[in-house]
């Protein structure tokens, strides 16, 4: 049962644009969310978190919004430049240390 | 510093057989997890040990075990290997038990049993 997805496989972004990177889950007990990036023969990145009491987080390009009546997440990268270009999984635990990780989203960024 | 070494890189076991995988977190940090990643899935969580503790496991069957020790470096070990092992095993150290602030992951142990 697959409690963290990404319903998309694949998205293309040109170069200083957005790019919006969304996540659902469906445990209402979900706390901690984060987000990871990951290169072809590495391991994932952490690249920023989010606890359930809060709706928002800032990091530089990255910002995390979190819906909690919508069990939904996204991931804002503003603007996007081609070193973006990678697998981006998204994260969920009830506990803190046990991830629920989603299928992940292969973002291309275009020159 | 040396981020976290997982070693070997790549093993291809038959089935039946057994394996050890071995995980070198972050200096001074005290937890270590595992996790399965198919190809085309996200990672799965198996183990974590924090201070040589198991602290938490997924769902995997008992042929899956692993242990810390006191350098807190980690194996994990699985036995009577299945095609459906076939997966990249990753370890994850965090500096304390919860991983709420982001793991930092080694690159991976490719893993194909035929």
């Known amino acids: 049962d697959q409690q963290v997805k990404q319903n998309s496989p694949s998205l293309s972004v040109q170069e200083g644009r957005i790019s919006i990177l969304n996540c659902d889950y469906t445990?209402?007990?979900?706390?901690?969310f984060l987000w990871y990036k990951k290169y072809p023969a590495e391991g994932p990145t952490f690249l920023i978190s989010?606890?359930?009491?809060?709706d928002k987080n800032e990091d530089g390009r990255f910002t995390v919004f979190l819906n909690k009546s919508a069990k939904h997440l996204s991931l804002h990268i503003v603007p996007s430049q081609p070193g973006d270009s990678a697998v981006y999984f998204c994260?969920?635990?009830?506990?803190?240390?046990?991830?629920?990780f989603g299928t992940g989203t292969s973002l291309t960024v275009i020159p | 510093d040396a981020g976290v070494t997982q070693s070997p890189t790549h093993l291809i076991k038959t089935r039946g057989q057994h394996v050890t995988l071995r995980c070198s977190p972050i200096?001074?940090?005290?937890?270590v997890s595992w996790y399965q990643q198919v190809l085309g899935q996200g990672p799965q969580f198996i183990f974590q040990y924090y201070e040589k503790e198991e602290r938490g496991r997924g769902n995997f069957p008992d042929r899956f075990s692993a242990r810390q020790f006191p350098n807190y470096s980690s194996e994990l070990n699985v036995n009577a290997l299945l095609l459906g092992d076939s997966a990249l095993y990753l370890c994850?150290?965090?500096?304390?038990?919860?991983?709420?602030?982001?793991?930092?992951f080694g690159s991976g142990t490719r893993l194909t049993v035929v």
């Open positions: 989010i606890s359930s009491i809060k």
């Open positions: 994850a150290s965090s500096l304390v038990l919860l991983g709420i602030h982001g793991y930092t």
């Open positions: 994260a969920a635990s009830v506990t803190g240390n046990q991830f629920y």
């Open positions: 200096s001074g940090h005290k937890s």
């Open positions: 445990n209402s007990m979900f706390d901690y």
